[in-house]
């Protein structure tokens, strides 16, 4: 029985809550997997602790109202790290918000999680690119797990796929779509809009924040970036070794005189090996229309693997989303859980 500690209970967090209700049965069925939640703890909503376990329905429609501290029974007003330290949690999900430039309050969750040799699962890009290695050598000497799928396009598969199924593979390059909302814009501009007038569409649809710089300045692209050279090629870069330029540049001219020429503007975040370490960047690039990346449209994500096996591979999904993200954190903790039997 996996005992969860959510820290965090935003959009994702509930996204998972709803997944692990939802599919309680058949997680228990086909895999052999249950779980309990025993604690919450989220900065406006409040706090609740009850180590023989929270009923999820309960604990959503009070987070719906901003009022988990109503818990019946339960113990309340922790924050984050008492949470994580009194919960009796052997996961702590970490789903607060990310801030790319310090990593905090994020960070100091981390650490408290795998400090405590508790297993730690997170979508959030922050402590994830700015201190993996510290993280992961902490992780590796508390023999907990730390697990951060849903860090690079939500969902669909990119750390766990090159975990498992291209395994063996040397991963030369790796490049692709990492960020919708720019993916959106751009995809808009191609059927004639403005780059104001698509940006005004993607906030109305909720893809963009009302500041919408850390996707259009590409930082948000460059912290997926800084993930995947850390983690699949073993490289020790930050946010100054990324070459990063946004989309907001990007003309109709631009896009017109792509088009004519076969081309599509596409904001594109690579990684590459080079002789003496790798070369990262995050800046818009014209793809050939024969090139799958070029043909994936809307607020979808990509990536192509360059693999010295199989050559390229190229995964579509979403990038983003309430159970798409949810999903990501879901299957960590079925890995979790099957290390553990
Ligand atoms: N949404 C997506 O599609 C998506 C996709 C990939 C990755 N992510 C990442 O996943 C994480 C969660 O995203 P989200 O969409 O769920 O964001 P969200 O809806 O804003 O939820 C984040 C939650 O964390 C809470 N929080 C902030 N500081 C906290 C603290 N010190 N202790 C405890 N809780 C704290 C917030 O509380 P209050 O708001 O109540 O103050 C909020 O409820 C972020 O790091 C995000 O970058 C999201």
Redesign the pocket.
Known sequence: MQKIAF???????QGLAEILLEKKQILKKKYGYEYKVVAV?????GSALDQKGLNLSKLLKLAKKGKISEYPGAKTGL??VRTIRQSGADVIVE????DIKTAE?AYTHFKAALGAGKHLVT???GPTALYFRELAALAKRKKAAFRYE??VV?GTPVVNLTGTCLAGNDITEVRGILNGTTNFILTSMEKGKSYEAALKEAQRLGFAEADPTADVEGFDAMAKVIILAKSLMGADIGPKDVKRTGITRITLKDVEEARAAGMRWKLIGKVKKTGRGVAASVRPEKVAVTDPLASVGGAKNALTFVTDLLGEVTIVGPG??RKE?GFALLADLLAIDRTAK
Not at 95 to 98: A, K, L
């Open positions: 820290v965090g209970f935003g959009v994702v967090g703890s989220d900065f406006t909503k924050d984050a789903v607060s918000y990310t309050p979508t959030n890009k849903g860090t939500a983003a989303g993200t």
